[in-house]
C-alpha cells in the first residue's frame, strides 16, 4: 500500500513533467547524477580508444573512416594533448599515463611550419601548464616554455597586437588581419607562465596586446569582428559576443579572477557595460545577445549561436545570475529545435542559420555554471537531455562524430580535440560530486584546461 502511494504522484509528476518543446527542462524531474557521471566517463574512454585504435600519434581521429587528420606537416597531438586534463579529472590514471609517455616521446616544437597562435595557445600551451600544475613533472614545464619562446614573435607588430600565425622553426609571422578572440586569448595562459617561471616577458607581452585592443573600442565602448594588427585600423565593424569576439571577454573576466590585475578589471568592467546595453535583447522569443555596428550601435543582425553559448557561464561567473539564467533557457531552446544544437539560428525568426553541428561544448559548459551556482536541478535535467542526444546522434562504433545538419543527423568523418576537453568534462563535472574539483581554486581557460588561480595560493 505504502508503495502504491509512491508511485500514484510519481505517475501524476511524470505526465505534469511532460513539456513542449520550446520550455526549459522541468525543476522537479530527478537525475541519478552518478549513475550519468559513470556513462560520461564510459564514453570518455570510448572516444580515446577509438583515438588509441585508429590515430594514436596523430592529432585527430576520423571516426568514421578509422583514420586521422593532422593539422600541420606534423602531429602536435592535439587529441592526446587536449584529451589530458580530462583524464586528471576523471581519475583514469592509466590513460593519463599513455597520454603522458606519448607527449614526451613524440611532442616536438623544433619543426618549419607556420601555426594559427589562438588554438596553440588555447589547445596546446594551456595543456601543458595545467598538466604541469596537477601532474608536477617539469618535462610538462620545459614543452610549455619552449612553445611560448617559439611563439612569441608573433607579438613583433607595430600595435602589439599578434599576428594570426606564427612559425615555430624562424619566428616568421602571417596575417595581419586578427580579431578580439585571438587577440585578447592569452592572458591566462602566458600569465600563468610568467607566474610559475619568474619570467614576467610572457604576460606583458599578452597585457601589452589586449591594452591596444582596448584602447581601439569605439566611443560605445564595443569592439568589432576584424582589426589589422599593423595599422590598429578595425576592417570589420560588427559587434557581437560571437565568434571571433567571444572569449576575449571571457578572458577579460577571468584574467581579473585570476591575477587580480585592476587593469584588466577595469576592461571588463567597461566592456559588460556596453555588451548589456548595446547587444542584449528582450524578444518574444526570449532573451539573446545580437549583433550591432561598433560605432553607430545600430542593430545588424539578430543572429545566435552555438559559440555564443558560452556567455551564460560567464555571466554567472560575473555573479549576475539573473541574465545569466534567462540566457541559459534561450540557449536551452536553440538546442531543442531540431533535439541538437545549431551553429547558428536567427532569434527573431527561431530559423536555422547554419546547420552544423561540430560536438561543440559552450551550452553544456554554461549549465554546468548554472547548476553550480543555482544547485537548480532544472539543470541537471537540461544536462542529461543534451547527453542523450548526444549519444543518440554522434555516437558511432568507433567514437563521436560531428554532424552536417542537425536536421539530417547525417554524420561527418571528424572528431574536435575539443570534444575530449571541454564537452566531456563540462558533462562529468555536471554530474561528478561536488569535491570532484575545488571550484574556487581553478580558472578554466577557453579549452577547459583549469588552470591554478594566483590570487588563492
Ligand atoms: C574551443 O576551441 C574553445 O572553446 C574556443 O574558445 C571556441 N571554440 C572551441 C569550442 O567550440
Redesign the pocket.
Known sequence: MKKLILIIPLIFLAFACGRSKDKPAAKTETVDKEFLADRVKAEFLHAWEGYKKYAWGHDELKPMSKGYRDWHKQSLLMTPLDAFSTMKIMGLDKEAEEAKNLIFANLSFDVDMDVQL??IN??SLASLISAYQSDGDEGFLGLAVDLADRLLPAFESPTGMPYRFVNLKNGETKDPSNNP?EIG?LLLEWGTLSKITGNEIYYQAAKKAVRALFSRRSTNNLVGTVINVETGNWENTESHIS?RI??YY?YLLKSWLMFGDEDIKMMWEISIGAINKYLAHETDNGFWYGRVDMNTAEKTRTYFG??DA?FPAVLALSGDLERAKKLQDSCYKMWMLYGVEPEMIDYSTMEVIVDYY?????NI?STFYLYHYTKDPKYLEMGREYFESLVKYCRNDVAYAHLKSVKSKEQVDAM???FL???LKYFYLLFAPEETLDFDKVIFN???HPLKIWRAQ
Open positions: 589562438f588554438e588555447i589547445r578572440a586569448t565568434a567571444d572569449s571571457e552555438a559559440l558560452f561540430i560536438l561543440r561544448p559552450e559548459e574536435e580535440s575539443f576537453a571541454e564537452t577557453t579549452e577547459a
